[in-house]
């Protein structure tokens, strides 16, 4: 296996992390305006959301002819719930710019069988791909997950349904009313999905994200830290 030492930029505080990342996604667009983009949600993005949309309203960016997938999304999980990363994507991003609907691909959390919309969103990411520049954050404390890639994950992995670990189910638990409503798996854009993408950056705030970092820069490569992988 190839090994790449990642570029490491450390900056000040929260919202130099969200211009720097903010201006990734904005060079590849005007670069390639039908890029192909994968997007993380989760707390760490939430900030580039607003600067993206910001420059959208002020008419310094389109995103017509962008194609946005989504790293991952849980299963079951209506659209509507405001859990769900359907629900996060629009409220937060596609509906405050002009990608148009049919330009954003997120796995389905109402299908019935997660394996056949793990398969077929596969096949989707095969079709458009791969992803010109793909946007992650990383799991907190000892997960080191990207998406939902838990501590196990192949270096091959496609997307797939996985069960939450359990660092994973009490970290989200908070963004459910209550602990049934919260799914015990997602669908997710597999470790090999993302190592297609053609640019990566990973972005990470605060200190339960210290672990991980660590691990993942100084530690050896392998499925007991899967964001190690991208090295
Ligand atoms: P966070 O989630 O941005 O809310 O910390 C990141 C993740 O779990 O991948």
Do not use: C
Request: aromatic letters at 12%; hydrophobic letters at 30%; glycine letters at 6%.
């Amino acid at each position: 296996m190839k090994e790449y030492s990642p570029k490491i930029k450390i900056l000040d505080d929260d919202l130099s992390v969200d211009k720097y990342a903010t201006s990734f996604v904005i060079n590849q667009v005007r670069l390639q305006p039908s890029s192909v983009i994968t997007l993380p949600t989760g707390s760490t993005p939430l900030g580039m959301y607003t600067l993206l949309s910001d420059e959208y309203s002020n008419k310094r960016i389109s995103f017509k002819l962008v194609t946005f997938f989504n790293l991952d999304e849980y299963w079951p999980i209506k659209k509507s719930s405001p859990s769900s990363y359907y629900h996060y994507m629009n409220n937060h991003f596609f509906n405050k710019v002009d990608s148009p609907y049919e330009n954003r691909f997120i796995p389905n959390g109402e299908a019935d069988d997660p394996n056949i919309e793990s398969k077929k969103y596969n096949n989707l990411l095969e079709k458009y791909g791969p992803s010109d520049l793909t946007i992650l954050g990383i799991g907190p404390g000892k997960t080191a997950h990207i998406g939902f890639n838990e501590v196990g994950s192949d270096y091959n992995s496609k997307t797939r349904y996985v069960l939450l670990s359990k660092e994973t189910h009490d970290t989200n638990l908070k963004f459910f009313d209550k602990e049934g409503d919260m799914p015990i798996g997602a669908i997710t854009q597999g470790i090999s999905n993302i190592l297609n993408s053609k640019k990566i950056i990973l972005i990470a705030k605060g200190v339960s994200k210290a672990w991980g970092i660590n691990r993942v820069i100084n530690g050896n490569i392998g499925p007991d830290a899967p964001a190690s992988f991208l090295r």
